[in-house]
């Protein structure tokens, strides 16, 4: 099985512009969640994806919305960037019925200026 | 005091030492218990997926949870360069599918040739 596809793998983006992350989960695998990953903080969870439904979400502002498809595939937006959203932004997928654990794709490294 | 508790390290040991990493964690609903291994521009990758409290063992890798301390370890047995990385526990409750899964900030450790 081909394992979490995430792109694109780096991004340079200015202050003020906005973004979009895109994720391709594991075939099977309805879940998407996505964490933001800096050298500070660690892996901080931004939101989760269920069928198409928002099923749990991290203590993050509004600029990070998300969205999931029918094909499961998911895509993550920030507006607004700022410095700080600098990151690796990490993409999961799971068979969410078994508690299967996640399974990563390698991210996006997103770069603000 | 944070939910999960992960000494960033770095940690550094001869090849083939027996290497001891470990977490600890506030939230006694914890019960199910992973360690990810992530190298330098990748994702995390599951090394262990443990059910409350016992060990588990898999090649030169050992899990064990003391779910009465709220403490976890992964024991690496012979260690090789090949296993330098950052070493991420997480974790989460009994809720199964509802769940957050919580990450520890992960230990960097190099095993030295």
């Known amino acids: 099985k081909a394992g979490v596809t995430q792109t694109p793998r780096y991004l340079i983006k200015t202050r003020g512009q906005q973004v979009t992350l895109s994720c391709s989960p594991i075939?099977?695998?309805?879940?998407v969640s996505w964490y933001q990953q800096t050298p500070g903080q660690g892996l901080q969870f931004l939101f989760e994806?269920?069928?198409?439904?928002?099923?749990n979400k991290g203590n993050f502002p509004g600029r990070f919305s998300g969205r999931q498809f029918s094909n499961s595939r998911s895509e993550m937006n920030v507006s607004t960037l700022e410095l700080g959203d600098s990151a690796l932004y990490l993409c999961?997928?799971?068979?969410?019925?078994?508690?299967?654990?996640?399974?990563f794709g390698n991210g996006t490294r997103l770069t603000v200026t | 005091q944070k939910e999960v508790e992960q000494d960033p390290g770095p940690l550094s040991v001869p090849e083939g030492a027996i290497v001891s990493l470990n977490c600890t964690y506030s939230?006694?609903?914890?019960?199910?218990f992973m360690w990810y291994r992530q190298y330098s521009r990748k994702g995390p990758e599951l090394l262990m997926y443990?059910?409350?409290?016992g060990n588990k063992e898999d090649g030169r890798f050992t899990a064990q949870v003391d779910k009465s301390s709220k403490y976890i370890s992964l024991f690496i047995r012979d260690s090789q360069p090949s296993d330098s990385a950052t070493y991420l526990c997480?974790?989460?409750?009994?809720?199964?599918?509802?769940?957050?899964?919580?990450f520890g900030k992960g230990t960097r450790l190099h095993i030295l040739p």
């Open positions: 997480a974790m989460s409750g009994p809720r199964r599918r509802d769940d957050k899964i919580i």
């Open positions: 443990t059910y409350s409290s």
């Open positions: 939230n006694s609903a914890f019960q199910y």
């Open positions: 999961a997928s799971r068979d969410r019925q078994s508690n299967s654990p996640l399974h």
């Open positions: 075939s099977g695998h309805r879940s």
């Open positions: 994806y269920f069928s198409e439904t928002q099923r």
